[in-house]
């Protein structure tokens, strides 16, 4: 007996054949909301081929868009703990993905606002930038600090832009143990689409970080300041050896030179008389 067949007939024969092996739709079980993170319960469905997982929120400012949190979520997780952004209730949904798509997305889960933060005191100088007519141009509104992320030699510094501003462009500043009042602009060019930036950090100094909004009307208030990140100090591989003064000539500024030897290491001390 002949078979008889098309090339739509095949087009859907493999079209049903690749969804087969997309993973099927993960289980939603519950967000544990906390003040500043969340902690989001799922399981997979058995059968599933699965590489990893991702996980989306949305706000109520917008429950129709959904964006992908940038976390890596193994496939054998049943949990991950996520940051939330302060005074926005955001709810959660879970896709599994291998290397022929991503699934359906599970339940929508319960939501959680993240504990919102207020200044130690009242702001003080508040401003409005004004055009000719006295009518208040839209400059950006405070971005929020997530927080930064510390490693040896460098830090990832999270944010959140506020929904609706107008924003060209982000700047990091930074200050140190030593100074906590002097802020220093970063020269680091951060697009208005980014909600992270990963930058070097100086050795053995501990930084903290905030972040400023800023578009051609001028400059938002600064962000909530990160929690600290130190850079791992940078030391010498092996003591200093061949260690010696230099000197003119004459040798008329040299009167002394002591060569002084503590646990192989040598120092030269020039005494000016």
């Given at each position: 007996m002949a078979l008889a067949t098309s090339v739509g007939d095949i087009s859907i024969f493999k079209s049903k054949a690749l969804a087969l092996k997309t993973p099927s739709q993960p289980v939603m079980l519950f967000a544990e909301c906390h003040e500043k993170d969340v902690t989001i319960m799922f399981q997979a469905k058995s059968g599933s081929h699965i590489r990893n997982f991702v996980i989306q929120y949305n706000t109520t400012y917008d429950k129709d868009e959904w964006l992908d949190i940038d976390v890596e979520v193994p496939s054998n997780s049943t949990q991950v703990k996520v940051r939330l952004i302060p005074g926005v209730f955001q709810s959660f949904r879970v896709i599994a993905e291998n290397e022929f798509g991503r699934s359906f997305p599970s339940e929508v889960s319960n939501p959680c606002e993240g504990k919102q933060e207020v200044p130690h005191k009242n702001p003080s100088n508040v401003t409005a930038v004004v055009d000719d007519s006295g009518k208040a141009l839209k400059i950006p509104s405070q971005p929020w600090m997530l927080f930064a992320e510390c490693h040896e030699k460098d830090v990832t510094v999270m944010f959140e832009p506020k929904y609706g501003s107008h924003i060209r462009n982000f700047l990091i500043q930074y200050n140190t143990s030593y100074n906590k009042d002097k802020w220093l602009d970063v020269d680091v060019e951060v697009p208005s689409n980014s909600t992270q930036v990963k930058l070097p950090l100086i050795p053995g100094v501990e930084q903290s970080f905030q972040v400023i909004a800023e578009n051609e009307f001028g400059r938002s208030f600064p962000s909530e300041v990160s929690n600290p990140c130190k850079g791992k100090p940078e030391v010498p591989h092996k003591n200093p050896s061949n260690v010696t003064?230099?000197?003119?000539?004459?040798?008329?500024?040299?009167?002394?030179?002591?060569?002084?030897?503590?646990?192989?290491?040598?120092?030269?001390?020039?005494?000016?008389?």
């Amino acid at each position: 007996m002949a078979l008889a067949t098309s090339v739509g007939d095949i087009s859907i024969f493999k079209s049903k054949a690749l969804a087969l092996k997309t993973p099927s739709q993960p289980v939603m079980l519950f967000a544990e909301c906390h003040e500043k993170d969340v902690t989001i319960m799922f399981q997979a469905k058995s059968g599933s081929h699965i590489r990893n997982f991702v996980i989306q929120y949305n706000t109520t400012y917008d429950k129709d868009e959904w964006l992908d949190i940038d976390v890596e979520v193994p496939s054998n997780s049943t949990q991950v703990k996520v940051r939330l952004i302060p005074g926005v209730f955001q709810s959660f949904r879970v896709i599994a993905e291998n290397e022929f798509g991503r699934s359906f997305p599970s339940e929508v889960s319960n939501p959680c606002e993240g504990k919102q933060e207020v200044p130690h005191k009242n702001p003080s100088n508040v401003t409005a930038v004004v055009d000719d007519s006295g009518k208040a141009l839209k400059i950006p509104s405070q971005p929020w600090m997530l927080f930064a992320e510390c490693h040896e030699k460098d830090v990832t510094v999270m944010f959140e832009p506020k929904y609706g501003s107008h924003i060209r462009n982000f700047l990091i500043q930074y200050n140190t143990s030593y100074n906590k009042d002097k802020w220093l602009d970063v020269d680091v060019e951060v697009p208005s689409n980014s909600t992270q930036v990963k930058l070097p950090l100086i050795p053995g100094v501990e930084q903290s970080f905030q972040v400023i909004a800023e578009n051609e009307f001028g400059r938002s208030f600064p962000s909530e300041v990160s929690n600290p990140c130190k850079g791992k100090p940078e030391v010498p591989h092996k003591n200093p050896s061949n260690v010696t003064a230099v000197v003119d000539d004459s040798d008329i500024n040299v009167k002394s030179l002591l060569i002084h030897s503590v646990m192989s290491l040598r120092y030269a001390y020039v005494f000016p008389f």
